[in-house]
Structures are given as structure tokens and as C-alpha cells.
């Protein structure tokens, strides 16, 4: 069974489309992330969940709008997007022990969004 | 400034040929940690071996060794006996302290492709 859980795997959207992006993780970690991953970019960190709690929000446009009800879920939020926002979205999990321990981060598969 | 280069975008290597993936690194940071992660075509990051600044020893995790030099800053990952399977996108990236939390640093990654 895979740790971290994302669905859907594929999505195409128009401009005006609301949808919702899922995470699931089942590794008992106490931190989650959103990360997006365009075609030859390095990865960008959106969003970080520490203990349920936004901790990191990296300029990302309101049309993007996490949510994390509980340590395992997460949740972004997608609303009026741009053609240009059109990538891979990775969920990630980790478990943070201090501020000197080098947690691994656990990644989903990634949903594949396309904004026409 | 870009604080993570992998200098090499694509590599073709031979099956059961050794493989050094070049990864180069900037902080001002004494402490700080180099992560290298495999993503294959299914699109999920895989975590592969973990070096800390402090750390001695070069890191090894079965045939994946690090090659840190540290007064070059350099992160190199070594895949001996490659094998088909290794084919995928490899990113080399970096946790310094960034205020009070963590953030990893990406490179743009390189495509490994293994010819048999």
C-alpha cells in the first residue's frame, strides 16, 4: 500500500471550473505539503501543514486554497485558473521530530492538472 | 540565486555501467542537509540517500553512495551497477534553516535513461 495517497491522478479543468485536489496519508506523520512541479522548473513549494496548522505559504495566488482537516488529509482547493498553472501538483508528507533531524519527505503520485 | 544546479538535464548510460549524477550547492548555512530523490515515470518522488553537513562519512544506501565534498559543495550521487529500472528523473535538493522552519531546495533534476 502506498504511504501517501493522491487523487485524482489525472484532471482538465477550463478557467472557471472548481475542483478539489486530495491527499491521504497513512504514515502517522505530523506534517503535509503541497508542492508543483512544471516541466523542467525545480520543484515550488506551496504550502506546508505542521501539526494541522498552515506554517508556509509561498506567494501562491488565492485561486490555490489548501485545507487540512486532520493530520492525514489534505486539500487544495482550485478555482479560476490560469492556463499557466497547468502541472504536476505533488502531496508530500513528513514526520517532524526537531528542528536538527533530517525527516524524509514522502511523496504521492502526483496529480497531472491541465487548465484549458 | 540559484542555490541548487544539476549541471547534466539528460544521460544515457549502459546497463551495469557505474553513474555519477553532478549536483552543486550554495548556502551560507553551517548546517544544512543534501537529499537526493529519485521520480520514475509514474510520477512519485522516491527519497533515495541523505547527507548531513556534519556527517564524516559519505552516505551509502545499498548501490546509491554520495560523493560530498564539502569545500567544493558538491552532492554527487553514484549508482554503481546500473540497472533498466534506474531510468527516472533524479533531483538532488538542500534543507537549510529558513527562519524557524525547514524548506528543501530543488534543482531541475536530471533524466537518467539506462540502455540495455
Not at chain 1, 482550485?78 to 498553472?85: G, I, R, V
Not at chain 2, 549508482?79 to 528543501?104: K, V
Request: hydrophobic share 30%; charged share 20%; with cysteine.
Amino acid at each position: 500500500e502506498t504511504g501517501v495517497t493522491q487523487t485524482p491522478r489525472h484532471l482538465v479543468m477550463g478557467m472557471t471550473n472548481k475542483k478539489s485536489l486530495k491527499c491521504e496519508q497513512h504514515l502517522g506523520h505530523n506534517a503535509m505539503y503541497w508542492y508543483k512541479q512544471s516541466a523542467k522548473k525545480p520543484l515550488e513549494l506551496m504550502f506546508v501543514y505542521n501539526f494541522k496548522e498552515q506554517t508556509e505559504n509561498n506567494s501562491v495566488p488565492s485561486r490555490f486554497s489548501p485545507e487540512c482537516p486532520n493530520s492525514s488529509h489534505l486539500f487544495l482547493h482550485l478555482h479560476t485558473l490560469q492556463p499557466e498553472d497547468s502541472a504536476l501538483y505533488l502531496c508530500a508528507s513528513s514526520q517532524i521530530q526537531s528542528r536538527d533531524s533530517p525527516e524524509k519527505l514522502f511523496f504521492g503520485s502526483g496529480t497531472q492538472l491541465s487548465v484549458l | 540565486a540559484q542555490k541548487i544546479t544539476q549541471t547534466q538535464p539528460g544521460m544515457f548510460v549502459q546497463e551495469k555501467e557505474a553513474v555519477t549524477l553532478d549536483c552543486t550547492y550554495d548556502t551560507s548555512d553551517q548546517s544544512y542537509g543534501l537529499f537526493w530523490y529519485k521520480q520514475p515515470s509514474s510520477g512519485e518522488m522516491i527519497f533515495l540517500i541523505y547527507q548531513g553537513s556534519y556527517d564524516e562519512q559519505n552516505a551509502t544506501e545499498g548501490r546509491y553512495s554520495l560523493n560530498f565534498q564539502k569545500a567544493r559543495k558538491s552532492a554527487n550521487l553514484v549508482i554503481s551497477a546500473s540497472q533498466l529500472g534506474d531510468s527516472a528523473m533524479y533531483f538532488c535538493a538542500m534543507r537549510e534553516r529558513f527562519d524557524s522552519n525547514y524548506q528543501l531546495i530543488w534543482g531541475a533534476g536530471t533524466k537518467l535513461i539506462i540502455k540495455p
